[in-house]
């Protein structure tokens, strides 16, 4: 135990009403963009450039959709219906990053979520391993065990596209496009949400410290095609919807929703 | 903190959806067929030399003729039986998985639940799913390794 951390939680119910809804909604936020992230990696099982590539996505999926299948559970005794999280949600009530809200259209956009967002929601979980919040200890653990080798897949193919010119430019071009969305996603640095979490022992490191470690991560791989990040204090944030952890009114577009909430299956739904 | 998963006993009305096992199947056999576990290799139960001591224990023995889907080896011998308990006549089982996303959840929900039910007093089965702590490759047991050995899995 920490000093930060006088006492722990043991369940939902421990935890203070204030910090309640803000956990709840950091684990939904997780599971969200998990269980999208899974299905953006899904849609390149074929068509991806080398069958090890689409075969790795496949892996990839069922890791995150594992991971989103595990924390929608957790959110029961936040006062969710997991079911109805899975299943019965409107576009607007989804936690995600934008850039999850449509298919990227070509492999460098794809390898942006792989190297970016998808280390962001690792960095993420790496600072609740020691959190206030005790159920989380374990489950973060197996989530962060399989997902090793994720990162290994984007510095992989980072290293194979910087090898042409046209390959760099293309995922130069897909990582600036997507590292502001990313860094956003960690929450405003002034945001409640974030700042209360850290001061409450729950999150390691506010949403500057999270930024930086992901920063630190990543660096490597926007250096090698030249990709540019904007600097923290031009992240735009004025249409930043703290609770949402996204900007804008936007969420999944109508194919993307349909897929992720299983609407062509909902009669063979089992418990 | 677990998360519960309520088996239901019998036909879903709302959905029309029947236990798979009502109908003759056996989940384990059917994925064991489709992909190719070896048909020679058979579960090793264990013999026990007393009578189970008390309700919970002969659930406990019970569980060895549960076989994981993929690989000729209990689920007590993998590792995934985190706590058994009875309370009347339900029976509560905590299991885990080896993968966040195992694909065999359900077929091992089911297969627990159909062989339990066959014990005497066992009217109800539930089946608590815990990732508390994760389950890593010791939790193996000795009987379950020679049977992962004979199988062609190094462990």
């Known amino acids: ?271 | 903190m677990t998360d519960l998963v309520k088996i239901r006993r019998g036909p879903r009305a709302d959905a029309g959806y029947e236990s798979p096992r009502e109908h003759g199947m056996n989940f384990a056999a059917v994925l064991a067929e489709t992909i190719g576990r070896h048909p020679d290799l058979e579960l090793e139960i264990p013999s026990w030399d007393t009578p189970p001591a008390s309700i919970d224990e002969a659930v406990w023995r019970a569980l060895h003729e549960v076989p994981d889907p993929e690989f000729p080896i209990s689920l007590p011998d993998l590792g995934l039986v985190y706590g058994v308990c009875v309370e009347g006549t339900t029976a509560r089982v905590t299991v885990s998985f080896t993968a966040s996303a195992c694909p065999c959840v359900e077929f091992i929900k089911w297969d627990i639940r159909d062989r339990l039910l066959q014990e005497e007093g066992i009217e109800a089965v539930e089946v608590d799913v815990t990732w508390d702590p994760p389950w890593t490759a010791d939790r193996i047991t000795p009987r379950g390794r020679r049977a992962l050995r004979r199988a062609g899995v190094s462990v």
């Open chain 1, 1 to 271: 135990m920490t000093p930060q951390n006088p006492d722990t939680w043991k369940t939902a119910s421990d935890v203070p009403e204030a910090i309640r809804e803000p956990l709840g909604r950091l684990l939904l936020s997780l599971a969200d963009n998990k269980r999208l992230l899974g299905m953006r990696y899904s849609e390149w099982i074929l068509g991806a450039p080398t069958l090890e590539a689409g075969i790795a996505c496949s892996a990839m999926a069922q890791d995150e959709w594992g991971h989103g299948r595990i924390l929608y559970a957790m959110l029961k005794d936040f006062g969710y219906d997991p079911g109805a999280l899975e299943h019965e949600r409107e576009a607007a009530e989804y936690l995600n990053s934008e850039l999850l809200d449509s298919p990227p259209n070509d492999w460098p956009t794809m390898l942006a979520l792989n190297a970016l967002l998808d280390t962001a929601l690792t960095v993420q979980c790496e600072a609740l391993t020691e959190s206030r919040f005790a159920p989380l200890h374990y489950k973060v653990r197996k989530l962060l065990d399989e997902e090793r080798f994720h990162f290994e897949h984007a510095r992989g193919w980072t290293a194979r596209l910087a090898e042409t010119d046209a390959g760099r430019t293309a995922l130069a071009d897909a990582f600036t496009v997507g590292a502001g969305p990313v860094l956003r996603w960690f929450g405003s640095a002034g945001g409640d949400i974030g700042s209360v979490l850290a001061t409450e022992g729950v999150v390691d490191g506010d949403p500057d410290a999270l930024r930086k470690r992901w920063f630190d991560r990543v660096r490597p791989l926007l250096d090698q095609v030249g990709a540019s990040v904007p600097p923290s204090a031009d992240l735009g944030w004025s249409d930043w919807d703290d609770g949402r952890r996204r900007t804008g009114a936007g969420g999944p577009d109508s194919d993307t929703l349909a897929r992720v909430r299983g609407d062509k299956n909902r009669a063979m739904l089992m418990d």
